[in-house]
């Protein structure tokens, strides 16, 4: 019975044959070989314990080093050479009195010899592993290593002599028949536009420098935007960028991460909070988590400026993007000043942004309340060009757009424990709403019009 | 033989005293390589490997005894055991690895199982007592941020048993841990943990040719490679650590990247369909997680393993994307049949 259940212990008998078949069947996957390198590094920085053991205990040492499974791969035992190991050493058998802990140690202290660690070369072990093999799985293998190494194979070699295009097509159409073909296709259409690789909070490089063409186009031909004061932006350090919220369809984070990458003389990355309910929609949430938006918490706050990073801010939230259009020019509520207290407390400077062109961009035709409560989010944007013209309807109408960066306000002064100050983070957010409050009123009378922007 | 243990330290001995370790659960897949570690260390002494069914790796330092947790007044048998064989630390890990439909025996075992093995340690004090518990008993929920850590409330689905069990579970540890100041309880959080040879409900789920994932929403997984995992409670074993510990492996990738990877492709169906199909698919038992479990292909549950690299020292040695890989390797030997499936 222990026989049966050693044998059938896939940590110890499977995947002695893991490695080399996967060796030899796919040569080409050097990420599989970089990933069973790094096991064994880990087997040897992490449980170095599993090591020292093999100089110990030379009789069981085979057994003995080989069942902890860290790395099954490396260390593998054929299930053969299991089961021709000697009874007494089956855990049924050993009872208390076999172990006592002096024999223990009589047998850790006297190791004559140690055994060598690796103590065959690869290819001697899977020619062993072969010779214990069943013939039904060396049948097995000898097939699927036929199938991978066409070169060395006779089979591919004949036809290419006599008729190469005949024998292209039939192994195409072959591999077409295969069930596995089209899944396998539809997985490589599906990953080839973005990385294996994203930040910690879900922004792919591969997948956003793949939207900059149509961003970048959008910047500048369609809102033409024109940029002011980014020298006020820090080159390097942490940020907080506060911007007003408006235009139905929230497209102002990717505009201000568009403008801060291309006016930008250190082309800083913005990360920008984004509400809830652009989470809880389907689409919007996953596509705008990989442009480099993240849900809108303090703790992700925190977290991203403790990283050095410029993180834009929409204090207005929800109330800013579903005010009615007669009231585009009036600044919400700035929340509750979540984002001054998070300044005070990582001692960040402030940016005040002013965004004009969104409300003209996405002008909010009617609050759809009754299809916002039936899809459970709490505003439905309904414009004259989305939702109708589908994803193309974020483009909105070709408004001019302006962004302006004000001087930075400083957090320096205060002390962390400040941020518990409601008095002084109410005044302090009162002093940023009105100078962006300002800032707009001002950029609205500079404006020749809507649609043919400011006057040189 | 504990006081011999004891005596012995005062005096000048070249060996510090051997560990007795006990370990519940001990034919999981964790238990059963954690004795090949434990059993390769000359820091210990004597390996107890408690469960119904003898782990086959035990080896000469491994003595089995067979205690089912779900029998009333086994908290009894457990002490007199600790007591007899001086065990100093206990790794509690009998627990599901998967959601099972016997959710009454699944309460026994893991709520009122961890109780009893709790009550033989207030019996006799053992210096560790180190629980098995996972990230996702946080919870996926829209409101989560980004990165959970250590202190966030335990939000599991309250229809969930199998995340029920293992909050209960958590919390009987932290009344031990207050009651019983000279026991060091160390809680560890794993990841759902992927690899070459480990079987759960995620190895299944990956297992299939077409992955379902719920429509427009592509959630980041973290993920923690199996030999990470072992190194987690070889650590916590070995370093005295109190507290609670996220054991995660490094970075996070969206679900439908690892389903891609895993050489597989998604199944995206609309998530109002989501949990009506799930709740019938495991009616069926057609799935292997129950409808709660829509959750995680909808929301964010990512713990942050920053405590545990400062306090523990414990640093994973393969990203999510390596354990991912990894797993794909072997699942594509055994998609042909030339590797043997993992025994569960």
């Given at each position: ?246 235009g139905a369809v929230p497209v102002d984070g990717i505009v ?179 100078v962006i409050q300002q800032t707009i009123e001002q950029t ?13 | ?278 709740s019938a698919l495991w009616t069926a038992q057609l799935s ?57």
């Amino acid at each position: 019975m222990a026989k049966k259940v050693l044998g059938d212990d896939p940590f110890k008998a499977e995947p002695a044959k893991k490695p080399k078949a996967t060796k030899r069947a796919a040569p080409a996957k050097s990420a599989r070989n970089t990933v069973a390198a790094k096991a064994r590094a880990a087997r040897e920085t992490v449980t170095s314990a599993a090591v020292e053991v093999v100089a110990e205990s030379p009789v069981e040492a085979p057994i003995a080093t080989v069942v902890p499974a860290v790395d099954p791969p490396v260390t593998g035992v054929p299930a053969d050479e299991v089961d021709a190991m000697p009874v007494d050493v089956t855990p049924e058998d050993v009872t208390p009195d076999d172990v006592a802990p002096e024999a223990i140690e009589t047998v850790t202290v006297t190791a004559p010899e140690p055994i060598p660690a690796p103590p065959f070369s690869v290819e001697d072990r899977f020619e062993q592993i072969l010779a214990e093999a069943s013939p039904d799985l060396i049948a097995r293998m000898a097939e699927r290593l036929r199938a991978s190494e066409p070169e060395t194979s006779p089979e591919p070699e004949a036809p290419t002599e006599t008729a190469p295009a005949v024998a292209e097509v039939f192994d195409v159409s072959r591999e077409m028949m295969s069930s596995d073909y089209y899944l396998r296709r539809w997985g490589k259409v599906a990953m080839r536009d973005r990385s294996q690789d994203v930040d910690d909070f879900g922004l792919d490089l591969a997948y956003e420098s793949r939207w900059r063409g149509v961003f970048d186009a959008l910047y500048d031909r369609w809102w033409k935007v024109e940029v002011e004061g980014i020298e006020h932006v820090p080159s390097e350090g942490r940020v907080a960028l506060v911007a007003n919220h408006s235009g139905a369809v929230p497209v102002d984070g990717i505009v201000l991460a568009t403008a801060l990458r291309k006016e930008h003389p250190a082309q800083r990355r913005l990360r920008w909070l984004a509400e809830d309910f652009v989470f809880h929609t389907p689409f919007a949430g996953a596509w705008l988590s990989r442009l480099g938006a993240v849900r809108a918490c303090q703790e992700n706050a925190e977290r991203l400026l403790s990283r050095e990073a410029v993180v834009g801010l929409f204090p207005e939230g929800v109330k800013g993007i579903s005010k009615p259009f007669r009231d585009r020019y009036q600044l919400q509520r700035f929340g509750r000043g979540g984002h001054i207290k998070l300044a005070i407390r990582t001692g960040t400077p402030i940016v005040p942004v002013t965004i004009v062109g969104a409300e003209e961009t996405h002008p909010q035709v009617f609050p759809a309340k009754p299809l916002a409560r039936l899809l459970g989010v709490p505003f439905v944007p309904v414009t004259p060009t989305f939702p109708w013209l589908g994803p193309a309807g974020l483009a909105g109408l070709p408004s001019r757009w302006k962004i302006v960066f004000g001087e930075p306000l400083s957090m320096a002064d205060y002390a962390p424990e400040q941020a518990d100050d409601e008095l002084l983070v109410n005044r302090l957010n009162e002093k940023l709403r009105g100078v962006i409050q300002q800032t707009i009123e001002q950029t609205v009378r500079d404006r020749r019009s809507v649609f043919s922007g400011w006057r040189r | 033989m504990s006081d011999a243990r004891s005596e012995g330290r005062g005096v000048a001995r070249v060996a510090p005293p051997r560990r007795t370790v006990a370990l519940t659960g001990a034919d999981g897949f964790l238990g059963r390589n954690l004795i090949g570690l434990l059993e390769d260390d000359d820091r210990v002494g004597r390996v107890l490997a408690i469960d119904v069914k003898n782990p086959p790796t035990a080896g000469r330092k491994t003595r089995f005894y067979k205690v089912d947790l779900t029998q009333p007044s086994v908290d009894q048998s457990l002490a007199e055991i600790f007591a007899s064989e001086g065990v100093d630390t206990v790794l509690h890990m009998a627990f599901l690895a998967s959601p099972t439909h016997a959710r009454a025996w699944a309460h026994e075992l893991e709520s009122v199982g961890t109780m009893h093995v709790l009550n033989a340690c207030r019996q006799h004090t053992v210096r560790r007592f180190v629980l098995w518990s996972q990230t996702l008993i946080y919870g996926a929920l829209p409101s989560n941020p980004n990165h959970l850590t250590e202190d966030h409330p335990l939000r599991g689905s309250a229809e969930s048993r199998f995340l029920q069990d293992k909050i209960q579970a958590e919390e009987a540890v932290a009344r031990f841990a207050r009651q019983v100041p000279g026991t060091t309880c160390t809680v560890l959080r794993l990841a759902p943990i992927l690899g070459p040879t480990v079987t759960n409900w995620l190895t299944r789920f990956l297992g299939h040719r077409l992955v379902p994932t719920l429509m427009g929403f592509d959630p980041l997984v973290q993920l923690l490679h199996e030999v990470d995992a072992l190194a987690a409670f070889k650590l916590a074993v070995m370093r005295d650590a109190p507290g609670t510990y996220n054991i995660v492996g490094d970075g996070v990738l969206p679900l439908s990247t690892v389903i891609h990877l895993a050489g597989r492709s998604p199944l995206p169906v609309p998530h109002p369909l989501a949990k009506p199909l799930a709740s019938a698919l495991w009616t069926a038992q057609l799935s292997e997680a129950p409808p709660p479990f829509v959750d995680y292909l909808r929301w964010v549950c990512v713990a942050d393993g920053a405590k545990a690299a400062r306090e523990l020292g414990f640093r994973p040695a393969f990203t999510t994307r390596e354990a991912v890989l990894d797993y794909a390797g072997a699942q594509s030997l055994r998609d042909v049949q030339l590797l043997k499936p993992a025994a569960g």
